[in-house]
DNA sequence: AACATATGTTAGAGACTCTTACTTTGACAA
DNA sequence: TTGTCAAAGTAAGAGTCTCTAACATATGTT
């Protein structure tokens, strides 16, 4: 069982390693095309094997996608955990490198990014897709508290969090949709990751209780 | 030239009214299907015509999409003016109420809501389409600026504007794609608009220049 | 009435998804 | 070593889709 490369035409009948390659194909020309835009023949082409080679790993297009979707959710994840380290815990700096993870890769990434959240469509009870999203944003809430000065995690944290999750969800959407030109929005990332970390964290809960 | 129903079949030769038709043909589909699953030969069934016809009114599928995309703009505009209407100038009510209308509008049209945003590939230089949606985002500059009792639009204004759109866009975008189960994250839409609009307008610029 | 133009239709090329039936290969038990 | 099975590939094709070309019909202008 040689492993087989991606190009060349390979000398066995068998292909070594067809899942991992073609969701690595996938990958590719999700970013290359856009997810509504790829194709499993030419992924097929690109890993050179017949196009109804993919059938015997994968049920359908829809579960290519989603296994590139899971890849990237695990690879963002794992990305934030290791910014993470470089910062002391309980500080709005550890807010601000999460956000910025979020954004980096939803730029670096467009594709696979707007596969993570446009596959709910089909996928909405994905246990396993679900659960990873829960993950990374428990991550959230769990800084949140932290820079509280607590480990347990209230309902004021969950809502700070979210609020934080949106802000940057938000800004990755407009700026991988163009939105956000250099000449119309000027946004200097790091700039207003604080403002808004010192906006939503910082400055506890203004005016959220009362009016 | 009479005005052929959508269902029945119609009597001339000729349709009358065809590319509305097919516009809204295509609307409603891609609520049903998704902007992605949307074709171009259901939208000939309910419309009650070849599959060639279309291709006198729209160059291709894209600028069918495109057509619906428009459109959901200048209704999403339309109904922000409606709403402000109802509130005084000058305060933050106003704030929320576009807030509040940028996030009914994604819930209750998610697949328009999606296609406006996410046609930004193929559509990106489409002049008609970006002016569409720079006016609105002025509307909400404007309203900031009001708020602060100005006329004329600062930088601080536009950097307040954006901070709200992304918010209110990331939500949006985590509602309908799911990702905001009451279990889960609880969110108690006119609360949460007026918890940030006070946070990055009714706050002033806490920790924006300095820090 | 005649003609140009706009707007339909039919037929079909080419691409894509996915299935069925067949083929090749590697692994393992005897 | 060899026989058998399951895994993983291929070829062929059904059915759908986009879009084009050639043709048909209605409308409005002169």
Redesign the interface.
């Known amino acids: 069982m040689e492993n087989a490369p991606q190009t060349e035409k390979r000398t066995s009948y068998h292909h070594g390693d067809l899942r991992a390659q073609l969701v690595e194909a996938t990958r590719i020309l999700v970013e290359e095309k ?3 835009h790829f194709s499993v023949s030419e992924a097929c082409r690109r890993a050179g094997v017949s196009t109804a080679a993919p059938y015997k790993h994968f049920k359908d297009k829809q579960e290519m996608l989603r296994a590139v979707a899971l890849e990237g959710m695990r690879r963002q994840r794992q990305d934030m955990l290791t910014e993470l380290d470089q910062y002391v815990p309980g500080t709005l700096g550890r807010i601000v490198a999460m956000g910025r993870v979020y954004v980096r890769f939803a730029v670096k990434e467009p594709g696979v990014f ?1 596969l993570m ?2 596959l ?2 089909t996928h ?1 009870d994905d246990c396993e897709l679900v659960e990873t ?2 993950d990374t ?1 428990a991550l959230v809430q769990a800084e949140v508290a932290c820079c509280r000065g607590s480990n347990l995690i209230e309902d004021s944290d ?1 809502h700070q969090a ?2 934080l ?10 700026k991988i ?4 030109t250099e000449a ?2 000027p ?1 200097d990332l790091e700039a ?1 990751l ?3 970390a ?3 964290v ?2 506890g ?4 209780p009362g ?1």
Do not use: I, T, Y
Not at 165 to 174: E, K
Not at 177 to 180: I, N, P, R
């Open positions: 856009g997810p509504d707007r959240f446009g709910s469509d909405g999203g829960d944003f969950r979210f609020l999750w949106s802000f940057v969800h938000g800004l990755s959407f407009l949709d163009g939105k956000l119309k929005v946004v207003v604080e403002d808004v010192h906006r939503v910082g400055a809960s203004p005016g959220a009016r």
